[in-house]
């Protein structure tokens, strides 16, 4: 079957501009993740969506940076007036329920560069 | 907060010799410990895991022991091959498994 699928692939904006980035998880996936992944490090959590509540966006970095995902499936990565540093890989994982138990299966990502 | 620690590369060994990647861990509670795989222009996959102490994951001849005395989840292989190539992060996941902590990632590179 499908896998997690995330568009764009590449993404190239002027600082202060808005971008939004999607991802389509696997379908009947209730869990749905956001991570980043700057150059030479490992993803960092942003936001986690169980059906279509923000259960945790503790690692949003600022206001500047929204999710949602308003009908339980699809999501979008909202960022306004973006910054350099906001340039890195933003990757999409989906699981069939929350919980360390169930496996995380990751998209390909979206690289974003802020110029 | 909650962390993971790995081990820095790149790492490169010719094909048959034996692999580790070191990982260690700090967290709170009682925290699942993964290894995921990134192969060249692929996506992150889950290679293996563990969820209590002492339990072992193994998955394509790699093993990995989750130590909760030593706070480690080392990644090993006793005989790497050409394609084995790729990144490997080290990962761990809070108690109640909706955050997941990443290491920096371990390049393998492995010639024939």
């Known amino acids: 079957g499908a896998g997690v699928s995330q568009t764009p692939s590449n993404k190239v904006t002027e600082k202060g501009k808005y971008v939004e980035l999607r991802c389509d998880p696997i379908s009947g996936h209730t869990a749905l993740y956001w991570y980043r992944q700057s150059l030479g490090q490992g993803p960092e959590f942003l936001i986690y969506f169980q059906g279509t509540g923000a259960a945790d966006d503790s690692g949003l970095p600022n206001d500047r940076f929204f999710a949602v995902r308003p009908e339980g499936s699809v999501s979008t990565l909202k960022i306004q007036r973006t910054e350099r540093g906001d340039s890195a890989v933003y990757l999409c994982?989906?699981?069939?329920?929350?919980?360390?138990?169930?496996?995380?299966?990751f998209g390909p990502g979206t690289r974003l560069t802020v110029t | 907060g909650d962390s993971v620690t790995q081990m820095e590369g790149p790492v490169t060994l010719s094909e048959e010799a034996f692999l580790t990647i070191n990982c260690t861990y700090t967290?709170?509670?009682?925290?699942?410990l993964f290894w995921y795989v990134q192969y060249p222009g692929e996506g992150l996959q889950l290679l293996l895991k563990?969820?209590?102490?002492?339990d072992k994951g193994s998955n394509k001849g790699f093993e990995a022991t989750y130590r909760k005395e030593t706070t480690s989840f080392h990644l090993e292989k006793g005989s790497v091959q050409v394609s084995d190539s790729a990144v490997y992060f080290c990962a761990l996941s809070d108690s109640a498994g909706n955050q997941f902590y990443f290491g920096t990632g371990t390049s393998l590179t492995v010639i024939p």
């Open positions: 563990a969820t209590k102490a002492d």
């Open positions: 994982a989906s699981s069939l329920q929350p919980g360390r138990e169930y496996e995380q299966y």
């Open positions: 967290a709170t509670g009682y925290p699942s």
